[in-house]
């Protein structure tokens, strides 16, 4: 069992030089025989009487930081740069608030901000925006899970975090580990996303796509025991946050549903206007849980699969086993047979279009079964614009499907 002892002169001496050179706080102390906290306390008390007369407090902390947690580098000022100059400052504190309600979180009491996760990319943004915002970032690794932790504890901290709880009351978006359960969590002042509703739209864009990126992913889609869309999941287990980031993403045009902690969407109309705002951020990678694409760009995962939805036209859907789907695609992202996201956009555009005026042409028709109708009542009934509807008319007098009996009246035709 470790004891405590008192020290001599010429041993506190080598303590410090040890110290000095790098050694760990808990290797001295197991070489004196005492605890990692006794031998913390002695140093403040070198400090205190002058052995360590060179160094503050503060300067001792930093360099035990420096020592046990690496100083990370960032390789995406290029990402910050451009966000700063579409958005300000403020823009970038709305992009660390959202950052925090994913896998981070920030801790006023103990002054830090960080974030958890394996995506290297994903940590160096992190990394360069936390530097953009004058805080110094350091980075731990958890060796059994290779879970990678950027953060800053430092009295600025305490300033970006009032910035952080003028958008959000808390960032602490799930209970504590091992100490709380959700009931208990519930009890306390919850987090929220409705701030940002008000936002620009294009803000509203890169924050979803940063929300998905840490919590979202690209699968293929089942319909009735066939693979064959794309399908957007985004996971979140708070229950009010899970339904705020479904209402951000409807006011960008991406319609999401909800299923227990999931969102979900194969609606390529969605899919489509996910791939305008950018998909997923750049260099944000598949996990290792995915057997198939971990390591790979979800951008890429993403591109493979409109691909191979494009190769099986209008009907997409296959009977073929969704390992041998994954293979395929896999297939198409090795050899690069993707193309680029203005293809995808432009080809399902079109067949969203061609897609609707069928389903316009067959409600017009079942509208004007029964009896005739102006053109006015058509257009409220089918929800089209009034050209849309005009365009429709003329080509199914065309193809002599109706008949125009009067100005602005048409009759279906036997």
Same mark, same amino acid.
């Given at each position: 069992m470790k004891r405590q002892i008192n020290f001599t002169s010429e041993e506190m001496l080598n303590q410090i030089a040890l110290y000095d050179i790098g050694v760990p706080t808990y290797t001295i102390a197991a070489l004196y025989k005492t605890c990692?906290?006794?031998?913390?306390?002695?140093?403040?008390?070198?400090?205190?009487f002058g052995l360590m007369r060179n160094k503050t407090r503060s300067e #001792? !902390?930093?360099? #035990?930081?420096?020592?046990?947690?690496? $100083?990370? &580098?960032?390789? @995406?000022?290029? &990402? $910050? /740069?451009?966000?700063?100059?579409?958005?300000?400052?403020?823009? *970038?504190?709305? $992009?660390?608030?959202?950052?925090l309600l994913t896998d981070g979180e920030g801790?006023?009491?103990?002054? #830090? $901000?960080?974030?958890?996760?394996?995506?290297?990319?994903?940590?160096?943004?992190?990394?360069? *925006? *936390?530097?953009?915002?004058? *805080?110094?970032?350091? &980075?731990?690794?958890?060796?059994?899970?290779? !879970? @990678? #932790?950027?953060?800053?504890?430092?009295?600025?901290?305490? /300033?970006?975090?009032? /910035?952080v709880y003028k958008r959000t009351p808390t960032t602490k978006h799930q209970p504590q580990r091992g100490k709380q359960s959700w009931q208990q969590y519930s009890k306390e002042t919850q987090p929220t996303l409705s701030p940002f509703y008000g936002k620009p739209t294009e803000l509203i864009k890169l924050l979803f796509r940063i929300g998905i990126s840490f919590e979202g992913c690209v699968v293929m889609s089942k319909t009735k025991k066939r693979y064959g869309r794309p399908l957007l999941q985004f996971t979140c287990f708070h229950p009010i946050l899970i339904k705020e980031w479904q209402n951000l993403a409807e006011i960008i045009g991406i319609k999401m549903i909800k299923n227990g902690n999931v969102l979900h969407t194969n609606n390529f109309k969605s899919v489509t206007n996910f791939l305008k705002i950018g998909g997923f951020i750049e260099g944000s990678k598949a996990g290792g849980n995915s057997r198939y694409f971990k390591g790979i760009e979800k951008n890429k995962i993403f591109l493979a699969m409109l691909e191979y939805s494009h190769r099986k036209g209008n009907d997409p859907y296959t009977e073929k086993s969704l390992p041998t789907i994954n293979k395929e695609v896999r297939k198409i992202i090795d050899n690069k047979e993707f193309n680029t996201p203005n293809f995808y956009i432009k080809y399902f555009s079109n067949l969203l279009k061609k897609y609707s005026g069928n389903l316009s042409k067959a409600k017009i028709l079942k509208l004007l079964e029964n009896k005739p109708a102006r053109v006015k009542e058509i257009i409220k009934k089918v929800n089209m614009s009034e050209s849309g509807v005009h365009s429709i008319l003329k080509e199914l007098c065309n193809n002599e499907k109706i008949t125009k009996v009067s100005y602005g009246v048409y009759t279906k035709n036997d």
């Open positions: 990692g906290v006794t031998m913390w306390k002695r140093f403040k008390e070198y400090e205190k #001792t !902390v930093s360099k #035990t930081l420096s020592r046990k947690r690496k $100083i990370p &580098i960032g390789n @995406k000022k290029h &990402i $910050i /740069e451009n966000w700063k100059n579409k958005f300000g400052r403020e823009g *970038l504190i709305d $992009i660390l608030a959202i950052t801790n006023y009491k103990y002054k #830090t $901000i960080g974030l958890a996760n394996t995506d290297i990319d994903l940590l160096e943004i992190f990394v360069n *925006l *936390l530097e953009e915002l004058n *805080l110094n970032p350091r &980075i731990k690794v958890d060796k059994r899970t290779n !879970v @990678k #932790t950027v953060f800053s504890r430092q009295n600025k901290a305490r /300033e970006i975090l009032k /910035e």
